[in-house]
């Protein structure tokens, strides 16, 4: 066993909160960007986002419903953002996708940060000692997985027409 697997066997119940509530926090700003991302070309693929970023706002409540069922609301709380996450890139040239692969490029890296975020939240579950936290890691796990195949089955069928008014943003 190496000194991470240790270290991570280690980790307390409020630690373990905080993990999971601030991860899954940046989640649903990823999500909710990619969906105004596609909106102008994609309105589906848009919606699709949508609705992962409100299955993202259930798991924060489920969250903080077992945080405060352990007396660890602090865990939960609302602290300030000191940097944005990975997918805010304010050097990028378009907010909106514009053409078919740009939408290509957005929907890869989304496939490989849900591909991550399932791969954490086992981290979590295999390193999980408290029992309170076992169900609602263990369906974060499974909720994971089938989002990770949903977005790889999208950017593997993702195909799109292009009206006259988007490629007018090209230039």
């Not at 993990?19 to 309105?43: Q, V």
């Not at 089955?153 to 008014?165: D, L, V």
Request: aromatic share 10%; charged share 30%.
């Amino acid at each position: 066993m190496t000194m991470d697997k240790l270290v991570a066997l280690n980790l307390l119940p409020q630690e373990q909160l905080n993990l999971a509530y601030s991860h899954e926090k940046n989640e649903l700003h990823r999500y909710r960007w990619l969906a105004l991302s596609f909106l102008p070309i994609d309105p589906p693929v848009s919606r699709l986002m949508k609705m992962i970023s409100m299955e993202c706002v259930q798991r924060l409540r489920n969250v903080q419903d077992v945080a405060k069922m352990m007396d660890l609301v602090a865990c939960t709380e609302e602290l300030p953002i000191k940097k944005p996450p990975p997918f805010f890139n304010k050097k990028r040239q378009h907010f909106f996708v514009v053409d078919e692969s740009m939408g290509r490029k957005f929907l890869e890296r989304a496939e490989e940060a849900a591909q991550e975020t399932y791969a954490f939240f086992d981290w979590l579950l295999e390193t999980n000692a408290t029992p309170e936290l076992h169900q609602l890691l263990f369906r974060f796990v499974t909720q994971k997985k089938n989002e990770h195949s949903i977005i790889k089955e999208c950017r593997e069928q993702w195909k799109i027409s292009f009206s006259e008014p988007v490629a007018r943003y090209k230039n």
